[in-house]
């Protein structure tokens, strides 16, 4: 196997964090190419394929282009998918999903432009072995992507397999919980380092303080991941990657020195907390206390840091007068409370600039899944 193989790579990250997920391919030492919404192009090897599904923050999916080309009707995209030597990637042994997105082209179903891809896949896996590997929708060993816009279809694997968001430390889950990778950007966003003081005082199953204790820690968010796609390719590199992990593990930082609080009004959702941050590894690192938000004061002896929070806002969470009373009273305690202190506000609630009463240093367009939200960044 080489290890001087380059490959044509593209990260997928929640719609408007493309700004982060730059700067996180760039602290990995990897040149970013082309950027699209919700992803960014680069290029690289197995170490970057490695490097980038352990480490990103803020990525949802890395995926290996493996061929592009005509996809304008059933036959061209069949040919494409056929084009590919499958043998080469898998083994009939192993089972595999194709998952397709489509937009203003010829083809308008992703389901059917998954079944040909997979009728192509199997058909030469017959024509050269005389079996057809199996489809496995829940499990798959490998995972192919395919995207098709304006009749040009892209081919790739899915080097991650499961989506990077889901770091498998939240057995406990509170309501309308956050994604990690949007959590993780937001505090990126809101340019948060070490050791400023961090606080998020609504912090429902403690989603937010933990990946600030992650990033405190130089803690890799896919370090205990136990499956990645990539593993199940024919060219995977166990040597290369073990290496990696290893090395990335021995740079953390064992006992942090930042002050992270996460707190809540819900006992329960304490409990959720503090399950969560042990299952991260990082259950030291933050503290966590039920406390509602309008008893919240800065503690003695610590300078300003960063408020970081996610209010309800009607869409998932909350009736609308009660989500403009909280966004009210954010902003009446900012300023009364907390003078020094930064402040970032992730919110879909149209008016909350307007209810918060503040003056913005930066305002950031987010999407929270389906929700267009803002990411408001103020000073008291």
């Known amino acids: 196997m080489s290890t001087n ?20 391919l760039l602290a990995l030492g990897i040149t970013p190419g082309r950027e699209d919404i919700a992803g960014i192009a680069f290029e690289g090897g197995f170490r970057e394929i490695y490097l980038t599904n352990l480490c990103l923050r803020s990525a949802i999916r890395v995926l290996r282009v493996l061929v592009e080309g005509d996809a304008s009707n059933e036959q061209a995209l069949y040919d494409l998918a056929f084009s590919i ?6 083994s009939l042994e192993q089972t595999f999903m194709v998952d397709s997105n489509v937009r203003d082209s010829n083809l308008t179903h992703s389901q059917f ?7 192509a896949i199997c058909d030469q896996f017959k024509q050269n072995v005389g079996a057809r590997p199996s489809v496995d929708k829940e499990h798959p060993h490998i995972k192919i992507n ?3 816009s304006c009749n040009h279809g892209i081919i790739s694997l899915d080097s991650s397999g499961e989506s990077l968001h889901k770091r498998g430390y939240r057995p406990k889950q509170w309501k309308a919980p956050l994604n ?4 993780a950007s937001i505090i990126k ?3 948060w380092k070490p050791p400023e003081p961090f606080w998020d005082p609504m912090c429902g199953s403690g989603t937010i303080p933990v990946e600030a204790a992650m990033i405190s820690m130089a803690r890799p968010p896919g370090l205990t991941r136990k499956y990645f796609g990539f593993q199940g390719w024919r060219d995977f590199d166990q040597s290369l990657y073990y290496s990696l992990r290893d090395s990335l593990r021995q740079q953390m930082v064992r006992v942090p020195e930042t002050w992270i609080r996460g707190s809540d009004q819900r006992g329960d959702s304490m409990f959720a907390s503090r399950e969560n941050a042990r299952a991260a590894g990082i259950g030291h690192a933050v503290e966590f206390c039920k406390e509602a938000f309008s008893s919240i004061r800065p503690p003695a002896n610590l300078p300003p840091g960063l408020m970081i929070l996610n209010p309800p806002y009607g869409v998932r969470l ?8 909280i966004h009210r ?4 305690i900012a300023r009364q409370y907390f003078p020094g202190w930064r402040w970032a506000v992730l919110t879909g609630f149209p008016h909350a600039q307007h209810e918060l009463k503040v003056e913005p240093k930066q305002v950031f367009r987010l999407w929270n899944g389906p929700i267009p939200c803002k990411l408001i960044v103020f000073q008291s």
């Open 5 to 24: 193989s380059s490959f044509s790579l593209f990260a997928t990250c929640p719609k408007g964090t493309e700004k982060v997920l730059l700067q996180d």
């Open 85 to 90: 030597p499958w043998q080469n990637i898998f």
């Open 113 to 119: 432009v998954s079944q040909k891809i997979k009728d």
């Open 146 to 148: 395919f995207h098709l």
């Open 180 to 183: 990690e990778a949007l959590a």
């Open 189 to 191: 966003l809101a340019e």
């Open 318 to 325: 909350g009736t609308n007068s009660e989500v403009v009373q």
């Open 329 to 332: 009273e954010i902003g009446q």
